[in-house]
């Protein structure tokens, strides 16, 4: 149980020590003073780890699915438009997973992180920035941001696999730990 506390610990350290914090993005007004993030209702440490793990990532799939469709659009070569088109998709279905367990755990379907620059999310900024490049510009702000998701995105859900108490949230993050391991291992091969 000690081993299980920690980890969880850690997982909420983790979240907070990785950038999620309440300073807004250069490009991003704050977010209302009067909106305080809500605690998750669930009572135990391990209950928090999946209330913070899926309040996170529902955001961070949410920007990643905006750059994915961008990139689908405008990257140039074949194979890397068609695999940002595919996870693009595997995204969406994701959050399709994800909104009904945020509502299942009795959390808000608001974005908690909203104005926050976390490692791995996909931030207003992000997608400016990707907007302004063009041809390989674009490609390379692409691939340094959707494989730092992807990278961070497998971090945090093997420590909700590790750490979790709610059977459904576990099956989804080691549901996502799988799928960036074989997401990784693609972009790998279209950029090597």
Known sequence: MKA????AAALLALLVVTGCSSAPSVDKKPAAAST???PSPVGTLSGATDAAWIQLMTPMNEGA????????????????RGWASDL???HRAELGRMRPLLKELGLPSTNVHEG?????????????QARAAEGAAFEKVFVIQIR?????SARVSRSEVDA??????????????????GELAGLERLTA
């Open 4 to 7: 299980v506390r920690g980890t």
């Open 36 to 38: 305080p993030v809500q």
């Open 65 to 80: 699915v905006e750059l994915l469709t961008l990139a689908a659009d405008r990257v140039t070569d074949p194979a890397l």
């Open 88 to 90: 693009a998709g595997a």
């Open 116 to 128: 926050h620059e976390m490692p791995g999310m996909v931030t207003p900024g992000d997608l400016t």
């Open 148 to 152: 730092e998701h992807l990278e961070h």
């Open 164 to 181: 979790g108490s709610e059977a459904a949230a576990r099956k989804l993050a080691a549901s996502l730990v799988e799928a960036r391991r």
